[in-house]
């Protein structure tokens, strides 16, 4: 059976591999996410900050959590591939 990734649910998957506690893209996220709803309940925040913070989330969401992975401690790059010509001679 192939894997399937989910299109809805792409930010909550780390492309290094690395749990989803410990990526810091997925920690922004999830942050952002979670100060909406926290905001969301207290009732002497305005609409146009809540609508700010949507927004945020929708932008963060669209870009992915790639965008941030070159910066990332987590992400090893793979070292290039020698060819063999190149190692033989």
């Given amino acids: 059976m ?3 990734i ?3 649910k792409i930010v909550s998957i780390c492309p290094s591999r ?3 506690s410990v990526c810091p893209s997925i ?3 999830r ?3 979670q100060d909406l709803f926290r905001l969301q309940r207290d009732p002497s925040i305005t609409e146009k ?3 700010k913070m949507r927004l945020k989330l929708k932008q963060k969401k669209n870009q ?3 965008v941030d992975c070159e910066g990332c401690k ?3 790059v793979q070292g290039e591939a020698v060819p063999v010509s190149a190692a033989t001679a």
């Fill in 64 to 66: 992915g959590i790639a």
């Fill in 18 to 20: 690395v749990s989803r």
């Fill in 6 to 8: 989910n299109k809805k």
């Fill in 74 to 76: 987590y992400n090893v």
């Fill in 2 to 4: 192939v894997k399937r």
């Fill in 27 to 29: 920690k922004k996220t």
């Fill in 49 to 51: 900050t809540i609508d």
């Fill in 31 to 33: 942050r952002i996410r």
